[in-house]
């Protein structure tokens, strides 16, 4: 198994993708740690992921949330051996009417909770820890309405490579999956009416060479690679699964 005894904490975990990886850690050996909001969500990923897992309720726009988490999983664990720091949101909306809080609302969870939970978890990680962030095709290619959302994805890519800087004397790797258009619920939080999410789900469809959306266990798998031994000597880097959006 790829994470055999492995403590893996996977912000975002209690839907979609973070979820799907949560499992996919989980089958690999690794014990695992989910965070979320929603109450629901939590509940339900709980029940999914057995006794053996964590669900915590953490607002990543909270540094305080953030540490006393990192904090109740070490006083558990003692450790983190990976970080999947996959939570994220976006709304939707042309430039002239984006607002100051709408660009507040996206940088303090898609940003700011990244970078702190990175600055938190970083110092319980021991030599071969590995973090994964999980970035967009967004912050490859210009979307109409989108320059907010592709903003943040294109910080966290910096961060990516700044973090993987600075944590590689350490021995601990920074790397990021970025995926492309993924069948998850995260495109009905956009804010986009039914209409308008059907007509860019087949806009999409049709660019995407692979003429699909993606799944979230194929996001999942690249994240496991970062996550692994697989990955040992892959540092800084942008793993990216778009079905060939940004790169054909």
């Known amino acids: 198994m790829k994470l055999k005894d492995k403590i893996a904490l996977v912000t975002g975990g209690t839907s979609g993708i973070g979820l799907e990886t949560a499992k996919l850690f989980q089958q690999e050996g690794a014990t695992v ?18 006794n053996t897992a964590m669900a915590l309720a953490v607002d990543l726009r909270d540094v305080a949330q953030i540490s006393r988490a990192v904090a109740d999983i070490v006083d558990t664990h003692g450790r983190i ?128 060479p692979l003429k699909r959306f993606g799944q979230p266990l194929e996001i999942a798998r690249a994240a496991l690679y970062l996550a692994s031994d697989d990955a040992s000597f892959v540092t800084g880097t942008e793993l990216v699964v778009d079905g060939g959006l940004t790169q054909i």
Request: hydrophobic share 45%; glycine share 10%; charged share 15%.
């Open 81 to 208: 051996d990976v970080v999947f720091a996959n939570a994220g949101a976006g709304k939707a909306a042309p430039l002239d009417a984006v607002t100051p809080e709408q660009i507040t609302e996206q940088f303090s969870l898609n940003f700011n909770g990244v970078f702190f939970v990175i600055q938190k978890a970083a110092p319980h990680m021991p030599k071969g820890g590995s973090i994964v962030v999980t970035t967009s095709f967004l912050n490859e290619v210009g979307t109409p309405g989108l320059s907010i959302l592709s903003a943040t994805k294109a910080a966290v890519r910096s961060l990516v490579r700044s973090a993987g800087a600075e944590l590689a004397p350490r021995g601990i790797r920074v790397n990021a999956v970025s995926p492309g258009p993924i069948e998850t619920p995260f495109h009905s939080k956009l804010g986009l009416s039914e209409k308008q999410l059907a007509d860019t789900g087949e806009a999409i469809t049709s660019a995407v």
């Open 33 to 50: 740690i989910v965070t979320g909001t929603q109450a629901a969500h939590l509940k339900d990923a709980a029940q999914a992921l057995g």
